[in-house]
């Protein structure tokens, strides 16, 4: 019989859990007290999957994406460009530019490839979410679905 226990709130930044398998009852022939008769003793296992390939985000070495947002944007209007959301990366077009904003159209995703939406979706994005410039996006095939090669190195 295996009982699993979650580890204290605030004790580690790694989530493991613990097993606590039940070795067998301790019952005593000579002493036939219910104290003795109820005694369970657990033997304690751990069964977190935490090994060396768990790292501290501080440890972390440069990966594309890092050096993707270190690069210097050239922002004007008509210009496409990659634009941070929410944590997702999406292309489209700038608009407007201001001294600290731009204001860019961006496009959705459509499987591999990347579509105009029905509606506009125009908003304004600080310069520090506009992540990198791109080329103009290829259209593939006759329908209106375009691909992003930039977007390759990025996005999974």
Known sequence: MTKTVDPEPGTSGIRQRKRLRIIGADRSS???????????KYMESDDST???????????????????????????????????????????????????????????????????????DEIFYRNDEIVMGINVPMQRGKRALFDVPELKYIIE
Do not use: C
């Open 50 to 120: 935490s090994d060396d390939h768990f790292f501290d985000d501080r440890d972390e070495q440069p990966t594309e994406e890092n050096k993707v947002q270190s690069q210097k944007v050239e922002k004007s209007t008509g210009k496409y460009v990659v634009v941070q959301f929410e944590q997702s990366y999406f292309p489209g077009q700038i608009s407007n530019v201001s001294r600290v904003r731009a204001t860019v159209n961006v496009m959705e995703r459509a499987g591999k490839q990347w579509k105009w939406p029905l509606k506009t």
């Open 30 to 40: 000579s002493d036939s007290s219910s104290e003795n008769e109820d005694e369970v």
